[in-house]
């Protein structure tokens, strides 16, 4: 079993800038990809962005042009850089993690706790 664990959450004024990151316990290389979704109370939780072993990237519309997925490998960590954030982005933020390359049809198979993110003025 992975844990994961979030941090770098908080309240940051509408146009600010938020970095979260996500620590593995143990070589995120044995993982197919790596991910961040959200969720607001009442919704659904939604992807938010994933990265895969081998680098590529997917965006949720809502996002592209403003936030950039990263991961350090050496320090088993991926990393959530949000910028130009609107008060639609707060949601709580977790992580995510999948092992055996199958998360669009089966979902991630680790999680973290989750990180506030509150984005007003």
């Known amino acids: 079993q992975v844990q994961l664990v979030e941090s770098g959450g908080g309240l940051v004024q509408p146009g600010g800038s938020l970095r979260l990151s996500c620590v593995a316990s143990?070589?995120?290389?044995?993982?197919?990809?790596m991910g961040w979704y959200r969720q607001d109370p009442g919704k659904q939780r939604e992807l938010v962005a994933v990265?895969?072993?081998?680098?590529?990237?997917n965006y949720a519309d809502s996002v592209k042009g403003r936030f950039t997925i990263s991961k350090d490998n050496a320090k088993n960590t991926w990393y959530l850089q949000m910028n130009s954030l609107t008060p639609q982005d707060t949601a709580v933020y977790f992580c995510?993690?999948?092992?055996?390359?199958?998360?669009?049809?089966?979902?991630?198979?680790?999680w973290g706790k989750g990180t506030l993110v509150a984005v007003s003025s």
């Open positions: 990265i895969h072993s081998g680098g590529s990237t």
């Open positions: 995510s993690a999948d092992r055996w390359g199958d998360y669009v049809n089966r979902g991630m198979d680790f």
């Open positions: 143990e070589s995120i290389f044995a993982l197919y990809a």
